[in-house]
C-alpha cells in the first residue's frame, strides 16, 4: 500500500489564474479510497469518489464558484510531491501540484 495520505500544499493553474488551497487525503482502512477535501480562496469542495491504485487517486469534486459543475480529477503521488489535472467541463483541462506539508 503507498503512502499517499496527508495534507498538501496545492496550486492549480486555471483559467482565473493561479489558485491555491490546502488539499488533504484521507485513506480509508482499506487503502482503496479515499476523502478528503480541497479548501482554498474559491471555498471548500470535498472529495467524493476517491479511488487509491497505487499512486494514482482518482476523484470527483463539486464546485460551486463561478458556476456549479463536477470537477473530474487524476493525480500522480511521488513521495511529498503530486502533479494531476483537473478536467473542469467546458472550463478545459487544468494542470495542479502539490507538495506534503511537513
Do not use: H
Request: proline letters at 5%; one cysteine or more; glycine letters at 16%.
Amino acid at each position: 500500500m503507498s503512502n499517499v495520505g496527508g495534507t498538501y500544499d496545492f496550486v492549480a493553474n486555471s483559467p482565473m489564474g493561479e489558485q491555491t488551497g490546502t488539499f488533504t487525503v484521507v485513506p480509508d482502512e482499506s487503502g482503496n479510497t479515499f476523502t478528503g477535501q480541497l479548501s482554498g480562496g474559491m471555498g471548500t469542495m470535498d472529495v467524493q469518489n476517491g479511488v487509491i491504485t497505487g499512486d494514482t487517486l482518482t476523484w470527483q469534486m463539486k464546485m460551486g464558484m463561478p458556476m456549479p459543475m463536477t470537477l473530474d480529477c487524476e493525480a500522480t503521488v511521488d513521495g511529498d510531491a503530486v502533479t494531476g489535472t483537473i478536467k473542469a467541463g467546458m472550463m478545459g483541462t487544468m494542470p495542479f501540484t502539490a507538495q506534503r506539508q511537513d
